[in-house]
């Protein structure tokens, strides 16, 4: 029989460090000699993301609250399902370590902050569950990491990615829609049980190997149990 991997998130909003701490974790569990697949979503480089860029464009509403929630989250949704199938779900039936950059978990903020009634939202997290771990057959994340950056942080490193790339998104592009999102992912995190890392206090961001060492810390001990019941 194989045995299922572990799949591993860190959220948190944009310009929040999600890639470069995904990266900093992935290269010490190789270094260890770990089993260890990275991922990231939107998976921008497949076919599979073309609904999610017609959005993030504003194909179909200029603000993100012009897009229903559930609609939204069915153009992640498949993203996630196509990646799962033809990317890394071989190597979690292995055993392996999943590291993802973002998850089904992100939409439980980003698009949740659509809903202004807290039922509705409730009700939107067991469709949004559902849906996905049980209808589409994706994983359930073992552990889910909250890189809380302090939105003046994150809206200083926003700016700087900014004025580098030239770019933005329509989430991008509303501040008040990012740190409504800040706020969700903190209520998000307490419902679900997420391990939070604090990563700045107001504008001022903590140092990537200070915040890399919590988030290791976070990971090693669902990696440890998990080694410890097959021992």
Not at 104 to 109: I, K, P, R, Y
Not at 152 to 176: F, P, V, W, Y
Request: aromatic share 10%; charged share 30%.
């Amino acid at each position: 029989m194989k045995t299922k991997g572990k799949l591993i998130i860190l959220e948190a909003g944009d310009a929040s460090g999600k890639e470069t701490q995904t990266r900093l974790l992935c290269e010490r569990l190789l270094s260890e000699g770990r089993d260890v697949t990275r991922v990231s979503f939107p998976d921008y480089e497949s076919d599979s993301s073309a609904l999610v860029k017609m959005y993030l464009r504003g194909d179909f509403g200029a603000q993100a609250a012009d897009v229903d929630a559930y609609a939204a989250s069915a153009f992640f949704a498949v993203d996630r399902y196509a990646s799962f199938h033809t990317k890394w779900g071989e190597a979690y039936q292995r055993g392996g370590v999943i590291l993802s950059d973002r998850y089904t978990t992100s939409n439980l903020a980003h698009q949740a902050v659509k809903l202004a009634d807290e039922n509705a939202r409730r009700e939107y997290f067991a469709w949004l569950e559902d849906f996905e771990y049980a209808r589409l057959g994706l994983p359930r994340p073992d552990l889910v990491v909250f890189l809380d950056m302090p939105p003046k942080a994150s809206d200083r490193l926003l700016a700087a990615r900014a004025k580098e790339t030239g770019a933005a998104d329509i989430h991008e592009k509303d501040k008040t829609y990012l740190h409504r999102v800040h706020d969700a992912y903190a209520e998000v995190a307490k419902i679900f049980g997420w391990a939070r890392v604090v990563c700045g206090e107001g504008s001022t961001p903590r140092p990537p190997e200070e915040i890399a060492e919590d988030v290791y810390a976070a990971v090693l001990s669902v990696l440890n149990a998990a080694e410890d019941r097959h021992d």
